[in-house]
């Protein structure tokens, strides 16, 4: 792979490999699945976090999924709980007009996104995600901890999972707070 091969998949993935399983399981171990929830994760990549929020969420939950790569496709899983959306996170309003989601999962490269991108896409965060709901995303820096704290007034819980590589940041707000 040539080196301006790999600066655009960092651009647009974010990662230089798949996410390791103590972070999924880090990450999402934050969220009660006990109870049916329409969860939007923004990001699919290879699946295994759309794979782990499937087998923990009740046979009554559903899960929308945005992803801008097309190449994600050969990742999808074929499951009627699933809503597949190939577009723009910053395009949420455009298909789900007024929808709130309970929770909102993010694997989104958020450093390495434009500014405006980002910004709208937070946006969209706050407009979709119910109130108690959870935002939960990673990064593998603390570039983006401005802009999260931005999300309300409270800044967010931030967590770490060095069992990935790279190491990454869990970054976990609730919407209990005014995000508008």
């Known amino acids: 792979m040539l080196l301006k091969d790999i600066i655009k998949k960092l651009r647009?993935?974010?990662a230089i490999a798949p996410s390791s399983r103590f972070l999924v399981n880090?990450?999402?171990s934050k969220i009660d699945y006990t109870q049916d929830l329409d969860i939007l994760q923004l990001g699919f990549g290879n699946?295994?976090?759309t794979k782990e929020i499937i087998r923990r969420s009740t046979t009554n939950s559903s899960l929308t999924?945005?992803?801008?790569?097309?190449n994600c496709r050969k990742y999808k899983l074929d499951n009627k709980r699933i809503t597949y959306v190939e577009d723009s996170a910053e395009k949420i309003s455009l298909y789900f007009?007024?929808?709130?989601?309970?929770?909102?999962?993010s694997t989104l490269p958020f450093a390495s996104?434009?500014?405006?991108?980002s910004q709208n896409i937070f946006k969209e965060i706050k407009q979709h995600l119910k109130k108690n709901g959870k935002f939960l995303q990673f990064q593998y820096s603390l570039f983006s901890r401005k802009d999260f704290n931005k999300l309300c007034k409270e800044k967010p819980k931030i967590d770490f999972e060095l069992l990935n590589l790279p190491p990454a940041f869990i970054y976990e707000k609730t919407k209990y707070c005014d995000m508008g």
């Open 65 to 70: 999924i945005f992803e801008i790569d097309k």
């Open 12 to 14: 647009t993935k974010g």
């Open 97 to 105: 007009e007024d929808k709130k989601f309970d929770h909102i999962i």
């Open 113 to 117: 996104l434009q500014r405006e991108v």
């Open 26 to 28: 880090k990450m999402l």
């Open 47 to 49: 699946g295994v976090f």
